[in-house]
């Protein structure tokens, strides 16, 4: 990543956080349902249920196609012309509202042949296509997120995916000064406390088939590595509580993609970014994981 590449991606996120942020508030979403993570029960925590499975109301078609309008410009703005014309190759002027429904529907479910349809039906490239999708729905992930908080320390959440929209996290963040594991989702943009030394993936947890890769010039990345499910995790060392230099994890998620090149070339594997863990789905795989993590958190008591 040059210095001009991050210098785009930061320039994007700054300008980008503020209409996430206007979209945010312009949308009449039915959150009024929601529970704080904190309300949840021991019931609906063993079920392991993404929050974005649960109905929402009604959402304002208006609000989300010009969101989408100005996400692209921001893109060909500060990310490249890979970016122009994208909305109106999701969104047609014809049928707005079916395509609109269509389109946020299968990204909010996290389809995994839908983005890749698209693709070639309206020649896009994949890795261009996702990262518009995933800003694309970040507003209505983002406020079930907002709305399902207790407090901004993280939560405590026994599962690897994301308690809100069930997607593999994109990154971790190590706190130096607590020694905690964050977990991050690009989905929604929040993050969760996860027990450290133990691989979020496949509760792996025999520290003799982790491993690490690391940037020369910059100590503060690593890439944790699990030898059991060749999956791996971008990570960033520093000190939460230092409000001097908050930390965007999208930024660092973006910028850091010579560390994804680096896994690959070792041969560990992430999953898709528009994937949920388990499709969503409550199947055999999904139902196994789960009992793990229920296992691992009795094991485990105040982690
Ligand atoms: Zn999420
Ligand atoms: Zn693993």
């Not at 249920?49 to 078609?61: E, M, T, W």
């Not at 047609?92 to 479910?109: A, T």
């Not at 839908?114 to 896009?124: F, M, P």
């Not at 690593?222 to 939460?240: S, V």
Request: charged letters at 20%.
């Amino acid at each position: 990543m040059s210095t001009q590449d991050r210098k785009g991606i930061e320039g994007f996120w700054l300008e980008y956080s503020g209409i996430l942020q206007e979209c945010i508030e312009a949308l009449p979403i039915g959150l009024e349902s929601l529970q704080t993570h904190s309300q949840l029960t021991l019931q609906e925590i063993e079920s392991g249920s993404p929050f974005i499975k649960r109905q929402l109301g009604a959402i304002n078609g208006i609000v989300m196609v010009d969101h989408c309008r100005r996400l692209e410009s921001l893109l060909v703005n500060h990310l490249g012309q890979a970016f122009l014309g994208i909305s109106a190759k999701i969104i047609r002027d014809d049928s707005i509202h079916s395509s609109m429904i269509h389109f946020f529907d299968n990204v909010l479910n996290a389809k995994p042949t839908y983005l890749a349809t698209i693709c070639r039906t309206a020649d896009l490239d994949l890795e261009t296509l996702t990262l518009f999708a995933v800003y694309a729905v970040r507003p209505i992930r983002q406020a079930v997120m907002m709305a399902g908080r207790s407090d901004d320390n993280g939560q405590e959440w026994p599962y690897g995916y994301c308690p809100v929209c069930g997607l593999w996290p994109r990154m971790a963040i190590v706190d130096e000064t607590t020694s905690e594991l964050h977990l991050w989702c690009i989905g929604c943009g929040g993050a969760w406390r996860f027990p450290r030394l133990v691989c979020p993936f496949c509760f792996e947890r025999s520290p003799e088939r982790f491993g690490y890769l690391y940037l020369n010039d910059d100590s503060s990345y690593r890439i944790y590595t699990c030898d059991r499910c060749r999956r791996y995790l971008k990570t960033k060392l520093t000190h939460l509580k230092d409000k001097t230099t908050p930390v965007s994890f999208d930024v660092e998620y973006m910028s850091s993609s010579s560390l994804d090149e680096m896994a690959r070339i070792e041969r560990y594997i992430q999953d898709f970014v528009g994937f949920a863990a388990f499709d969503l789905q409550d199947n055999a795989a999904a139902r196994a994981y789960r009992k793990q993590a229920c296992l691992m958190a009795h094991m485990n008591p105040g982690e």
